[in-house]
């Protein structure tokens, strides 16, 4: 055989290959009973459930950023900082969502990981929260009335409820389509394992539209 007739009979070989390995319920993810509603639909929703308080969720933050910003059209991405009943964790939140409110949060997003896994600085109540950001650029006042709004405030209790709607345990965990929650032994097989969740979805979904 030729080496291009080789190199052909290889690339048939990779292109009929799954992508993915298949993928085991309760070994690769669990599926949730009962699904939980989505905010978009017609998407494939992948959620984030994290806080920057855990050292884990630092460490899996430029993973997850990269794996995000190369997702089809398909999928959207969304982030839910939640407390897991720790008020330090639960202020961090709020941080979170205020600055989301404000228009700051991608600017400060990653320094904020930085401050309090690098810097060591405890930012773990209000008052230092507030002078963090202010120190960084962002309006007292804007900041305190996002900080305390009725809006934020709903926000954190919706992601308290979906922590335990969705059996989370421990953070950073991510969620495909509100049925099923992944599993993986490392960050890089978490981000395989959702990459297969994903193409499930998508097909449990075109087969449902053939019906």
């Known amino acids: 055989m030729s080496i291009r007739s080789s190199f052909l009979a290889l690339a048939v070989v990779v292109l009929s290959a799954p992508l993915h390995a298949d993928i085991l319920e309760n070994t690769d993810y669990r599926t949730l009973d009962p699904p939980q509603p989505t905010d978009t639909p ?14 884990h969720c630092y460490e899996f933050y430029p993973l997850i950023n990269a794996w995000a910003a190369k997702l089809p ?5 969304k982030r839910v900082p939640t ?3 720790r008020t330090a964790w639960t202020n ?3 941080m979170y969502y205020a600055l989301q409110a404000i228009g700051a949060l991608s600017r400060l997003d990653a320094q904020i990981f930085h401050a309090i896994h690098q810097e060591q600085l405890p930012l773990f109540d209000e008052q230092a929260i507030t002078d963090w950001v202010v120190k960084h650029g962002v309006d007292r006042e804007k900041f ?3 900080f305390e709004s009725f809006g934020v405030n709903t ?12 059996k989370i345990e421990a953070v950073p965990t991510l969620a495909v389509a509100g049925k099923y929650v992944v599993i993986g032994n490392s ?6 394992n959702t990459d297969a969740v994903i193409a499930k979805v998508r097909a449990e979904r075109a087969a449902g539209s053939r019906k």
């Not at 059209?73 to 991405?77: A, T």
Request: aromatic share 10%; charged share 25%.
């Open 42 to 55: 017609g998407k494939i929703e992948v959620l984030e459930l994290f806080s920057y308080g855990c050292p």
């Open 83 to 85: 407390g897991l009943g």
């Open 155 to 166: 926000k954190i209790d919706q992601a308290e409820q979906m922590i335990e709607n969705y």
């Open 187 to 192: 960050f890089e097989q978490i981000l395989s």
């Open 73 to 77: 059209k398909d999928v959207v991405f």
């Open 92 to 94: 961090l939140a709020k």
């Open 144 to 146: 305190t009335l996002a």
